[in-house]
Each structure stands twice: as structure tokens, then as C-alpha cells.
């Protein structure tokens, strides 16, 4: 069965840096590429950033760029993202979702940015 | 960046009722390599998404075949023949040939 599980999240002061983890099981991690999705209270769904299954390829939306790293640890099964300069608006639902396709996803990790 | 309007933002159905849902692209999504990469979720209450529809078309395993997906280039339906109870929620286009967008959402209710 494949899972995602997220972890990682919770409050954090604007400015500061916060790392999310997601631990992929029930299948063969390092064949897929995945993804960062966001969620803001009440809100839709946001792209936050994308890797390829060797790393070769990385892409953010242009509002986390320059602050937020995706990175991926194959050996591990898990998916990280490093976010810097965290704002207000990055308050969200972090969800973790496997491939182009978006056929898996974990159950989320919240992350609030308030002083 | 890829805008994708869906519509409508909130659609009422009874049981059993066949809706459908709009996405419109700003752009085309088809890929250079053939592929239209549109697919569409179903986020229930407290839920994280989950994949319906991938390849605009092409049903994801285990997902119901009252729910059927059409379109090109730049205009895609979604169609449920035969609203369910277990179908509420909202309902999500989101395009990948482009750097990944969603749409805006749409929001199906019991009438």
C-alpha cells in the first residue's frame, strides 16, 4: 500500500526557517518524481515545488522561490522541503504528492507562520 | 502562468443527478509530446485530495466509471452520471504541461 506521511510542520514566527519531511512507503521511491502542494484555511490548492526522481530537475512557483528548497533523500524514501524567510502567507496545509499524475497523497502537515 | 477557471464555483445536485464541471486553460495543454497532462481530484470534507481522472480521460483505478472526463486544448469537462452521496465535495482541475496549476475549485452539494 502506498503512503505518504508528512512531518515537520507546526507554529513559527515570521522570518524564521521551518524543514518538512515526507516518508514515502509502497513503492519504489526513487522511480517517481513528487511534489509540494499547499493548502491556506478555506483556501484551494497551490503548486508550491516539484522534483524529478534522480533530482535532475527541480521547479518552484514563483512565491516560494529563492526562499523554499525541495530536495529528496533516495535512500531514505523521503522528501524534504527547506523554507526560509517564512511569511504569513505561507500558512498552510503541506501536502506531499507522489508524480506528475498526483495519484498519491499524504494526509498533510500544518504549518503556521504568526508572531 | 496557466490559469484554469473552473465552473461552476458551487453546483447543488439530488441523488443521482449527471452534472458536469468546466475547466478552461488560458493556454494549451497540450504537450509537445502528445500528452494533454489535465487531470481531476475530489477533495471530500477534512480529506487530502484524490486522484479521478488523469490524461483527461483516462480513469484512475478503483475510481467509479459514473465519473467520465473529456475535452482538448483548452476546454475540459468533467461529468458524474449519477450523483452519489459519497461524491460531495470539491472538485479540482489541475494541468501539469505547464509549470502545475489548479483551479479555482468546484463545490458539490447535496440540493
Keep these: ?115 | 502562468d496557466v490559469v484554469l477557471t473552473q465552473t461552476p464555483p458551487t453546483l447543488s445536485a439530488t441523488i443521482g443527478q449527471s452534472v458536469s464541471i468546466s475547466c478552461r486553460s488560458s493556454q494549451s495543454l497540450l504537450h509537445s509530446n502528445g500528452n494533454t497532462y489535465l487531470n481531476w481530484l475530489l477533495q471530500r470534507p477534512g480529506q487530502p485530495p484524490q486522484l479521478l481522472i488523469y490524461l483527461v480521460s483516462r480513469l484512475e483505478s478503483g475510481v467509479p466509471n459514473r465519473f467520465s472526463g473529456s475535452g482538448s486544448g483548452t476546454d475540459f469537462t468533467l461529468k458524474i452520471s449519477g450523483v452519489e452521496a459519497e461524491d460531495l465535495g470539491v472538485y479540482y482541475c489541475v494541468q501539469s504541461t505547464h509549470a502545475p496549476t489548479f483551479g479555482g475549485g468546484t463545490k458539490l452539494e447535496l440540493k
Design chain 1, 1 to 115: 500500500e502506498v503512503q505518504l506521511v508528512e512531518s515537520g510542520g507546526g507554529l513559527v514566527q515570521p522570518g524564521r526557517s521551518l524543514k518538512l519531511s515526507c516518508l514515502a512507503s509502497g513503492f519504489t521511491f526513487s522511480n517517481y518524481g513528487m511534489n509540494w502542494i499547499r493548502q491556506a484555511p478555506g483556501k484551494g490548492l497551490e503548486w508550491v515545488a516539484s522534483i524529478s526522481s534522480s533530482s535532475s530537475y527541480i521547479y518552484y512557483a514563483d512565491t516560494v522561490k529563492g526562499r523554499f528548497t525541495i530536495s529528496r533523500d533516495n535512500a531514505k524514501n523521503t522528501l524534504y522541503l527547506q523554507m526560509t524567510s517564512l511569511r504569513s502567507e505561507d500558512t498552510a496545509l503541506y501536502y506531499c504528492a507522489r508524480h506528475q499524475g498526483y495519484d498519491y497523497w499524504g494526509q498533510g502537515v500544518m504549518v503556521t507562520v504568526s508572531s
